[in-house]
C-alpha cells in the first residue's frame, strides 16, 4: 500500500494489520479497505476479490461519510473479506485479521 500523508502508519501484530483511514480524504473508504487487506495478504490489490462480493460498498462509504453536524464519533462495521475480518471503526481505524 502507498503510504499517503492523510494515514497514519500502519501496524502490524503477528495476524493482525491495522491501519488509520482519514475520513475527510478523497480516496474512497472502500478503496482504502481494499488496499489495506491486499497489504495485509501480501498481494496486489488486483488479486483479491472485489469488495462488492463481501459487503456494499457505497453503504459502506455512507456510513462513516462526514454529515452536516460533524463525523460520527462511534460505531464499528465488521465483515468477511477476501478470507480476512475486516473492521472499519468511525475513529478512522481499518483492522484486518486472519479468519
Not at 20 to 33: H, I, K, N
Not at 35 to 48: C, D, P
Not at 73 to 89: Q, R
Request: charged share 25%; net charge negative; with cysteine.
Amino acid at each position: 500500500m502507498t503510504e499517503m500523508s492523510s494515514r497514519s502508519p500502519a501496524t502490524e501484530m503477528g495476524d493482525q494489520y491495522s491501519v488509520q483511514y482519514d475520513r475527510l480524504d478523497d480516496e474512497p473508504l472502500s478503496v482504502a479497505v481494499a488496499e489495506a487487506v491486499a497489504t495485509f495478504r501480501n498481494e496486489a490489490v488486483t488479486e483479491i476479490e472485489p469488495l462488492h462480493y463481501s459487503i456494499n460498498a457505497d453503504a459502506l462509504e455512507r456510513l462513516f461519510e462526514p454529515r452536516a453536524n460533524g463525523l460520527r464519533s462511534g460505531g464499528s462495521v465488521t465483515f468477511e473479506y477476501s478470507d480476512c475480518l475486516v473492521t472499519v471503526t468511525a475513529g478512522g481505524e481499518i483492522r484486518i485479521e486472519s479468519v
